[in-house]
């Protein structure tokens, strides 16, 4: 990302402040008209997923040109969710209820500029979730060969 896809991002994300409960249960909603076969993955309380969702956006935002920071948290975080049953191609279908609860949440006031960059954003988030998941589906077939002695690097939580 650019540092102006980077500021974009901020701008707009800062404007929803306030509204961030709503963007995630917006998002939620959408999510789920398209693609209803995903709800029985969030077995718990939808209004504590969305708060935790907030929290991730949050923190990708606020650590977005820190990638040192944000890709292990990402990496990671794909991980867990290929446990709870994410597959690559549920990647898609988040990021556009991403976009859309974002323009309902926000309406005009996000730019087509933010709107782009939330993209970018997005499939640097989706790209580097699927990268932690690659590795952790590797790093369990290697542990799972019959001799190896693998042990949990320092820097790939499990």
Do not use: C
Request: proline share 6%; hydrophobic share 40%; glycine share 8%.
């Amino acid at each position: 990302m650019t540092a102006e896809q980077i500021n974009s991002v901020r701008d707009s994300y800062g404007g929803l402040e306030s509204r961030s409960e709503l963007l995630a249960l917006l998002f939620y909603k959408r999510l789920f008209e398209l693609a209803p076969e995903l709800q029985p993955l969030f077995r718990g309380d939808i209004e504590l997923q969305a708060q935790k969702f907030t929290q991730m956006l949050e923190m990708s935002v606020m650590l977005a040109d820190s990638p040192g920071l944000l890709v292990p948290h990402l990496e990671s975080l794909g991980r867990r969710h290929a446990v709870y049953g994410v597959r690559d191609e549920h990647y898609r279908v988040v990021g556009q209820a991403l976009l859309w609860s974002l323009s309902e949440a926000m309406g005009p006031e996000l730019s087509p500029r933010a709107h782009g960059a939330w993209a970018v954003f997005y499939q640097f988030l989706a790209a580097t979730m699927q990268n932690g998941t690659a590795l952790g589906e590797a790093w369990h077939q290697a542990a799972a060969q019959p001799g190896n002695r693998v042990t949990t690097p320092t820097n790939i939580p499990s």
